[in-house]
């Protein structure tokens, strides 16, 4: 498929400068169980006579993973953006909170997101989905890739993560796409169908499709997929007397991003009407009304925005919670974000020569046998391999993955660990792999520090091979401990650590 450049741009502009109404017109309303009644800007607070939205955050990582982007490349992974988290993301809330404690004892995605996470089922990534999509427009695999890498710092092994991944397909996909439901059904098939995301929208359409009102779809997406209240915004009397004054805690993006669609599907053609349904409907209204101001971008374009939204807030950007110290190339406006999103996107055609869509200068080419082949076939499990459950090192010659069980990162005295290494060849031939442990004094490894690895060519074996490891030890002396794994190839000359911590789990 081809996808004509000036048609390209003015989608990312439109997804730009949708996200920022969405963000700025959700932002007095956000967490409220209730149903709202608005028509348009309510709060006057929320923008600064001129045309200058006050700062929402629903913008501000996508801007930190932009300039990640052009300082690192395009081989960023969830590693080294652990290190832009620590060192520019400043909220100490919630799952963003969470995941940057972890990541400060070194711990590593995905378990910086799973471990001690109360909220790694709620809607801190999905609201950065879009930087990947825009990337990769037309590319929903790649565009999931990234948004794995992303979402796992903070959500793990979370509904968070399939929600991130749902949306970076769906908005690459919008690219291409002739309409949102044909980009849904594409974005669905990269996440596991029983997961509670893929539920939640499938309820949002089977409501529309019974021809339900907006209210009547909120209600029937709340009993079912609600999570429990914000203690400061509570629940409204009436949502309480429907029963929807209880839920889990921090399991709220199920709901969230069925929300978003409702906004989108019984909004239509009609941005206003979208903006204002996703706020209507209550919850985390900054996110769902920015989401779908987003991905209504995307497939209408810039060009299709009604003017009277834009002008309240005009075209900068604020920002809300990252470190500006020493953030000094930031997008001040979506202007200069869309330029240079479009400057990543020309590099990762270049880096992925086989991507089924093409920036051209020509007209746009969108066949239908084309879309369908944007559909993944096995429920996304390749975006993520299995490697939920710990994380994974990359090395030019092959990759490691780490599986600590189901106890994670704890470990007590005197108690046998085990812990399962998988090792993907990532080269063109064989590889004859020496392991060496180094341990704290007075631990030892079972069945010893010293193995060998046969690893074949992965294109030639089933299954990547594995091999497991018992770790004991006799004593902890600090509270966090490491251990580390050398891996060596004779005849080669580089040396691979893969680094592996344990926290006291005595008693």
């Given at each position: 498929m081809k996808l004509n450049r000036t048609e390209y741009r003015n989608k990312v502009l439109g997804c730009w400068l949708g996200k920022n109404v969405g963000g700025v017109v959700g932002a007095p309303y956000e967490w409220k169980r209730q149903v709202n009644d608005i028509s348009f800007y309510t709060h006057t607070d929320w923008t600064i006579p001129g045309g200058r939205p006050m700062a929402n955050d629903d913008l501000d990582i996508q801007l930190l993973w932009l300039v990640a982007l052009e300082e690192i490349g395009l081989g960023i992974r969830a590693d080294r953006l652990a290190e832009y988290w620590c060192t520019y993301v400043t909220p100490h809330w919630a799952e963003y909170g969470t995941a940057k404690i972890n990541m400060r004892q070194g711990i590593m995605p995905p378990l910086s997101g799973t471990l001690g996470n109360e909220y790694k089922n709620s809607c801190g990534s999905y609201i950065r989905s879009e930087i990947w999509a825009c990337i990769a427009p037309g590319a929903p695999e790649t565009a999931a890739r990234y948004a794995y890498e992303d979402a796992i710092l903070d959500h793990g092994d979370g509904e968070g993560t399939y929600a991130e991944i749902f949306m970076a397909a769906t908005e690459s996909a919008a690219f291409v796409c002739g309409s949102l439901d044909e980009a849904v059904k594409i974005g669905l098939t990269y996440i596991p169908k029983d997961c509670g995301v893929a539920q939640a929208v499938r309820t949002a359409y089977e409501c529309f499709e019974?021809?339900?009102?907006?209210?009547?779809?909120?209600?029937?997406?709340?009993?079912?997929?609600?999570?429990?209240?914000?203690?400061?915004?509570?629940?409204?009397?009436?949502?309480?007397?429907?029963?929807?004054?209880?839920?889990?805690?921090?399991?709220?993006?199920?709901?969230?991003?069925?929300?978003?669609?409702?906004?989108?599907?019984?909004?239509?053609?009609?941005?206003?009407?979208?903006?204002?349904?996703?706020?209507?409907?209550?919850?985390?209204?900054?996110?769902?009304?920015?989401?779908?101001?987003?991905?209504?971008?995307?497939?209408?374009?810039?060009?299709?925005?009604?003017q009277k939204w834009l002008d309240p807030i005009g075209r900068s950007i604020s920002t809300k919670c990252l470190n500006l110290g020493e953030l000094w190339t930031l997008p001040q406006n979506v202007d200069d974000l869309t330029d240079r999103t479009l400057a990543i996107a020309e590099q990762m055609q270049l880096r992925h020569p086989h991507t089924p869509t093409r920036l051209a200068d020509d007209k746009t080419d969108t066949a239908e046998t084309a879309i369908e082949a944007l559909s993944r076939t096995d429920e996304g499990k390749a975006v993520w391999g299995g490697a939920a459950g710990g994380p994974r090192y990359e090395f030019d010659l092959l990759h490691v993955h780490v599986d600590y069980g189901a106890s994670s990162v704890l470990m007590a005295p005197q108690c046998p660990k085990t812990v399962k290494l998988t090792f993907k060849n990532v080269s063109k031939i064989q590889h004859n792999l020496n392991l060496h442990w180094y341990l704290p004094e007075g631990w030892s490894v079972a069945p010893g520090p010293d193995t060998c690895l046969m690893l074949p060519i992965d294109w030639m074996t089933n299954e990547p091979p594995a091999l497991e490891f018992t770790i004991t030890a006799e004593k902890m002396a600090a509270a966090m401990q490491r251990a580390v794994l050398e891996i060596t190839i004779p005849g080669r000359p580089t040396v691979m650590h893969v680094p592996l911590l344990f926290l006291n789990a005595a008693p």
């Amino acid at each position: 498929m081809k996808l004509n450049r000036t048609e390209y741009r003015n989608k990312v502009l439109g997804c730009w400068l949708g996200k920022n109404v969405g963000g700025v017109v959700g932002a007095p309303y956000e967490w409220k169980r209730q149903v709202n009644d608005i028509s348009f800007y309510t709060h006057t607070d929320w923008t600064i006579p001129g045309g200058r939205p006050m700062a929402n955050d629903d913008l501000d990582i996508q801007l930190l993973w932009l300039v990640a982007l052009e300082e690192i490349g395009l081989g960023i992974r969830a590693d080294r953006l652990a290190e832009y988290w620590c060192t520019y993301v400043t909220p100490h809330w919630a799952e963003y909170g969470t995941a940057k404690i972890n990541m400060r004892q070194g711990i590593m995605p995905p378990l910086s997101g799973t471990l001690g996470n109360e909220y790694k089922n709620s809607c801190g990534s999905y609201i950065r989905s879009e930087i990947w999509a825009c990337i990769a427009p037309g590319a929903p695999e790649t565009a999931a890739r990234y948004a794995y890498e992303d979402a796992i710092l903070d959500h793990g092994d979370g509904e968070g993560t399939y929600a991130e991944i749902f949306m970076a397909a769906t908005e690459s996909a919008a690219f291409v796409c002739g309409s949102l439901d044909e980009a849904v059904k594409i974005g669905l098939t990269y996440i596991p169908k029983d997961c509670g995301v893929a539920q939640a929208v499938r309820t949002a359409y089977e409501c529309f499709e019974k021809k339900m009102d907006w209210k009547a779809a909120r209600l029937e997406i709340l009993k079912k997929y609600r999570g429990l209240p914000m203690p400061w915004t509570k629940c409204s009397p009436e949502d309480a007397a429907l029963g929807l004054a209880d839920g889990p805690r921090g399991y709220d993006v199920p709901s969230n991003i069925a929300l978003t669609l409702v906004g989108l599907l019984w909004g239509g053609a009609d941005f206003g009407q979208v903006m204002c349904i996703c706020v209507n409907c209550g919850e985390d209204t900054d996110c769902t009304a920015a989401t779908a101001g987003a991905l209504w971008g995307i497939l209408h374009g810039a060009d299709a925005l009604p003017q009277k939204w834009l002008d309240p807030i005009g075209r900068s950007i604020s920002t809300k919670c990252l470190n500006l110290g020493e953030l000094w190339t930031l997008p001040q406006n979506v202007d200069d974000l869309t330029d240079r999103t479009l400057a990543i996107a020309e590099q990762m055609q270049l880096r992925h020569p086989h991507t089924p869509t093409r920036l051209a200068d020509d007209k746009t080419d969108t066949a239908e046998t084309a879309i369908e082949a944007l559909s993944r076939t096995d429920e996304g499990k390749a975006v993520w391999g299995g490697a939920a459950g710990g994380p994974r090192y990359e090395f030019d010659l092959l990759h490691v993955h780490v599986d600590y069980g189901a106890s994670s990162v704890l470990m007590a005295p005197q108690c046998p660990k085990t812990v399962k290494l998988t090792f993907k060849n990532v080269s063109k031939i064989q590889h004859n792999l020496n392991l060496h442990w180094y341990l704290p004094e007075g631990w030892s490894v079972a069945p010893g520090p010293d193995t060998c690895l046969m690893l074949p060519i992965d294109w030639m074996t089933n299954e990547p091979p594995a091999l497991e490891f018992t770790i004991t030890a006799e004593k902890m002396a600090a509270a966090m401990q490491r251990a580390v794994l050398e891996i060596t190839i004779p005849g080669r000359p580089t040396v691979m650590h893969v680094p592996l911590l344990f926290l006291n789990a005595a008693p």
